[in-house]
């Protein structure tokens, strides 16, 4: 199975109705130059903790993160570049148009599932740094907080799709590949994915991390 094409599919599938051509033709750019990570993560998650979900579901949830994560680095780069200060004002408009509608999407997407909360919290996040960034000791920091935030909520809402919660032991492992993968640019899936099913296996069948208990995806 090939969780990166999966989630690519979905990711095209979801903009293809896009109007205008030319918005629907800047949104396929996005998505050729993506890192798939996100979906990708979405979806492996999915399928190792159970096996019989459905693809189709878990590429558009995988597709949901995938959007919403590209709407926001697309607005974060338009920060940084500033084309109406010099640059190309038409280009600024239509990546923010771009943007607007990635995010959207996105959220459509992810609506009423157990993540819908985690995205919002990371727009949230993302609005705050990039207002303090220029003032901050650290921006660079700063907007690593982005990829970290989107590694995390693939996981989660790979389990979301499969258990409908989020047990612990696969939050600690979110957190633990935020750590490792949250930088920008995102790794390519093929370095990002290695190991991470048997981490997940493992991460579930160790007593010592299950132990704790569980956490709804919904807090």
Known sequence: MDETAHARAAFSEGIGDIAPEALRERLEGVLKSASM?????TVVTATTLDGSV?????????A?????YEGLRLSRDLIHSNPWSGGDRNEGDMNAIAAEVLVARGFEYLAHTGVAMDVVDAVRHFGRDQTIRETHDAPAELDRRLEA???RIAVRAGADVALESVPEPIDTVADELAEELGIDPLPET??????VAERISTAVA???????GSRSSST
């Open 37 to 41: 990570t996100p979906g990708a993560l």
């Open 54 to 62: 459905e693809l189709d579901t878990a590429a558009r949830r995988g």
């Open 64 to 68: 949901g993160v995938q959007m919403s």
């Open 149 to 151: 935030d989107f590694v």
């Open 190 to 195: 093929e370095t990002a994915l290695g190991g």
């Open 206 to 212: 160790s007593p010592d991390r299950t132990a704790a």
